[in-house]
């Protein structure tokens, strides 16, 4: 890879984002009727559903501030998170200091979930904000909101799912990723007032390491759990949390973490593969039962994404080969099969044959987040490897 | 349709029930350590998962109750339906009168739904094990959690998932249709005492009615709630709750209730069939959205058992030839795609070309249910057939 090959793929890359992806968020999604963004949008950016899910509330809240920081002459990335972020405070949160999953388009609450999730986007969102906008509310909402999330990750039973004496006793994998991811946005490199969850997360993530790779659940004891539910990996979530454990490598100096989390990388990507068709499968067995979810073979845009960035970022530190002939291996199959050059944005959901089975852009999980996160980290990192050629 | 055919589909049939299927299940499933039945069973039969799941031990004990109702020589039909009866008896019914969704393979509560169904179908099964074994504590007991059952409909609050000013007030299809072939089930001949319920059930289920197809959720006022949730269109559950008001049709006598089943199942299979592919879509959105449902273009083996015994019963009543041409289309299709040659039983999941995409037999929501209760009553028509001809 030599510097025109850099070049060239950072200009993909900005093209793809600045020129197709952000536009249509900009053009389609922002309510300036009642304020927030909407998330369902069909392949040509028309609104099929007016239900607004927090979880993408928070995240192009967060996306839109990540940009205003990157580039502080564009205001209208900070206008758009405004919007967002606005719409956040004022209609998300319960009297308990929850926060919903979904909320109508004026706002009124719909539903909540009996998952952490919706509590850490909203808190991703309002912090990025804050810090962006300098208005200290949303950071002051951000680090409250973080305290209840540590609250309900100690006392589980406050989310309503009710545990019984046959539950089995499983660590999540999400959990402990998604807090290390938290701590890195809101407290970045002032995190040293976190070092005792950042080790409790770090603890957590070892525990799920199974044949060099992160299942999504294991025995609390550290032991596979003898069922589908034991045996899962998604390697899309594998991979992210690899990209999140090099960030604290790098942070934290630790060349051993470097080395797990690079190794988690490498083998979860050889596993997940398809080598028939192509792509990332989204769910397999780790002993090759047959996964119970539908959806198993589907090729998903996020877990590409989370490839793309994680092979780019591995090799930006390795300067092996095979990490930048993994990071092109996926650079081709996503750049070929998920961007809508029409319309603009990137399809999601592909069968396992690589074609499209949903048109639409924008649905209850998929909002203005993965691809324009992938696109930013990466050009940031194509950035520095042009410095350096 | 002449006699000769009629007689080798009736063969066809048979073969494929007691000669594929329900070996599989008896040389599978049954737990003769702990008692009821394990549902995860791989392509082989072997257990993949030990999770027991009550909705399918409910049916499963039905099942081996109804084979025992129809060949009372088969005392193993009744011991299998014991085995299943009792470990629901004993484990699956929580302090409020709830049931739970999942269990050890003890028995211990594992999990429990914000649902209904793990009551209806714990009550299902009991109610006609009760019946056919003459243990009335099994009566007594199905007729007990029906009021319970009514009450949760009623109040659904008690379900634990919280209603808030922004939900939208859906009434679901699946909950009338449910309990109409509950009471069918219980009541038998015998249902005058549940008339007010009929009524209500009948009403509601009618308001789902939309181009002569019935809808998933409405508005509780009849109208479109215009949302992918309210656009919702499940064509194998329009078409189950079609043979459902047929047979009520028949016990009441109404020949508009009729008129409107038939033509609910034949518009609902002429848009739910893949003409490109074959088979019939797991979910559509009505107006041709992109439906949200990872899974909507996936071909499963359960809409394909209903409307093989929904067109059969079709038939026998109008004798009409289009109704016909539609039994043996989805019967070439079903019976080409589905059933498992070499090691019994049917495969369930199919993607939108007719490739197997899972392997197991048995899982969460695959258990011994649809397949056998299709042929079961698919036989009987094929018999009154023959007799006619």
């Not at 030599?2 to 793809?16: A, G, H, Q, R």
């Not at 609250?151 to 989310?159: H, W």
């Not at 780790?286 to 119970?292: C, G, L, N, R, T």
């Given at each position: ?165 046959g539950t089995p006793k499983l660590s999540s994998l999400a959990i ?106 989204y769910f397999l067995d780790i002993e090759e039962k047959s996964p ?98």
């Amino acid at each position: 890879m030599n510097k025109t090959e850099i070049v060239t793929l950072k200009n993909e890359f900005e093209n793809e984002l600045y020129g197709s992806v952000i536009p249509f968020w900009i053009n389609h999604s922002i309510d300036n009727v009642n304020g927030g963004y909407y998330n369902h949008l069909d392949k040509d950016g028309s609104i099929y559903d007016k239900t607004k899910n927090t979880w993408l509330l928070g995240r192009q809240v967060w996306m839109f501030s990540k940009l205003f920081r990157q580039n502080q002459t564009e205001k209208k990335y900070l206008e758009i998170a405004k919007i967002g972020a606005d719409f956040l405070l004022n209609n998300a949160k319960t009297n308990e200091g929850r926060v919903y999953f979904s909320l109508t388009e004026k706002g009124a609450p719909v539903s909540i979930q009996r998952k952490i999730f919706s509590e850490c986007f909203y808190a991703l969102g309002l912090s990025e904000y804050g810090k962006v906008s300098g208005d200290d509310r949303f950071i002051k909402e951000a680090k409250y909101m973080m305290g209840n999330i540590w609250e309900l990750i100690e006392s589980p039973e406050k989310l309503g799912r009710p545990v019984y004496n046959g539950t089995p006793k499983l660590s999540s994998l999400a959990i402990p990723m998604i807090m290390l991811n938290l701590i890195e946005e809101i407290a970045e490199n002032d995190f040293s007032s976190y070092s005792k969850e950042i080790d409790s997360c770090l603890k957590k993530i070892r525990l799920h390491y199974y044949e060099g790779m992160l299942i999504e659940n294991i025995g609390e004891d550290g032991k596979l759990h003898d069922s589908s539910s034991g045996r899962l990996l998604n390697p899309g979530h594998a991979i992210e949390a690899g990209w999140f454990l090099i960030h604290w490598a790098q942070k934290l100096k630790n060349k051993e973490l470097l080395n797990f989390s690079s190794d988690i990388i490498r083998n979860t990507f050889l596993r997940g593969w398809d080598n028939e068709f192509g792509g990332i499968y989204y769910f397999l067995d780790i002993e090759e039962k047959s996964p119970i979810q539908l959806e198993w073979d589907m090729k998903l845009w996020w877990p590409h994404c989370e490839s793309l960035y994680a092979f780019l970022l591995l090799y930006s530190i390795t300067k092996r080969e095979d990490d930048w002939k993994n990071f092109i291996k996926v650079k081709e199959y996503t750049f070929n099969k998920f961007p809508d050059k029409k319309n603009g944005e990137w399809f999601g959901y592909l069968n396992r044959r690589g074609e499209i089975t949903h048109r639409f852009k924008g649905g209850p999980y998929k909002g203005c987040f993965h691809v324009p996160r992938a696109l930013l980290l990466s050009i940031n990192i194509l950035e520095k490897l042009t410095e350096e050629n």
